[in-house]
């Protein structure tokens, strides 16, 4: 028997709902939410995730700007688009797409937007936050997609014992604090590509979650009998029997689900949740600013 699917489409298709009514109440204080994305350069993800996210906006009825530039701007002038956004009342989030090109200092840029906007959870205030224990500011999104789909889901989390594979800022350090946080409760050991004996580490986590950028790295024998297995990783691969010429793959091998009790797709499993989390998160600015007025 099959692992079970953790359906990230499905969840954050709940997540909207219940967003569409705190959109709907915050019309009445005459508040629309306002996203602002700015986005450097050519490369042509990148340009498909901001497309995915305008169009969510969209969908959803919250206000987006879209702010392209070319990727020889001078990061003075950046700085200049983020100051003006910061200042712009209207504006609730603030999301800087990344990768930025090679001449910019990219953490620099995050540092630089009012943390109260920063809809990716990714200034020192908000991962700081983190790190005390507090989910009181902006959560980074991929993170809490992937908490948020887990309890959706109805996997019990509290005294279990949880593997992170990948350290990055962005998934998996802030991931390992907001599971091992006051009510997640999971005992976490954060892994990556060079740890000794990685299989075993794995093979000991009843929840496994691979966010390490390698194409299905984690092999069904990496996993024990009924874990829980969450795959981050969204990988291009050449495949001459695809028509394109290639595939997208996880971290995780496919015949994981022979051993795992869920598992998440790739696609359709943490991305739709890293856009929910973000539309929550612009929705959530919003709310705070109205309060504050």
């Known amino acids: 028997m099959g692992a079970q699917r953790l359906d990230g489409k499905q969840c954050a298709s709940s997540i909207e709902a219940n967003l569409l009514l705190r959109i709907e109440q915050l019309s009445h204080q005459g508040v629309v939410p306002h996203l602002a994305v700015i986005i450097v350069g050519d490369d042509p993800a990148s340009h498909v995730y901001v497309n995915s996210k305008i169009a969510t906006c969209k969908r959803l009825g919250i206000q987006s700007t879209h702010i392209e530039l070319p990727s020889n701007i001078g990061q003075n002038d950046l700085i200049k688009h983020v100051i003006q956004l910061n200042e712009d009342e209207s504006v ?4 800087i797409q990344s990768p930025l090109p ?12 009012d943390p109260t906007k920063d809809v990716d959870g990714f200034h020192p205030t908000n991962l700081g936050r983190l790190v005390q224990g507090r989910l009181d500011g902006m959560i980074p ?4 997609g992937v908490l948020r789909l887990l309890e959706w889901s109805g996997v019990q989390l509290r005294g279990k ?8 800022r962005i998934v998996g350090m802030p991931l390992s604090l907001l599971f091992a946080s006051r009510g ?8 990556h590509s060079r740890t000794e004996d990685l299989a075993k580490v794995c093979a000991e986590a009843d929840v496994l979650v691979a ?3 390698i194409p299905e790295l984690v092999q069904p024998q990496w996993v024990k009998s009924g874990a829980v297995v969450v795959d981050v990783g969204i990988n291009r691969v050449e495949d001459s029997t695809h028509e394109r010429g290639w ?6 091998n496919p015949s994981v689900s022979e051993v795992a009790s869920w598992l998440s797709p790739v696609p359709g499993g943490v991305g739709p949740m890293t856009i929910a989390m973000l539309m929550e998160n612009t929705v959530r600015s919003a709310e705070l600013m109205s309060s504050n007025e």
């Open 161 to 168: 014992k949880a593997v992170v594979i990948g350290r990055s």
């Open 184 to 191: 997640i409760d999971l005992t976490v050991t954060v892994a």
């Open 211 to 213: 966010a390490v950028g």
């Open 102 to 113: 090679q001449h910019m200092d990219e953490e620099a840029m995050t540092d630089l937007i």
């Open 92 to 95: 609730h989030g603030i999301l």
């Open 141 to 144: 999104c991929t993170p809490h």
């Open 247 to 252: 595939r997208l793959a996880g971290d995780v």
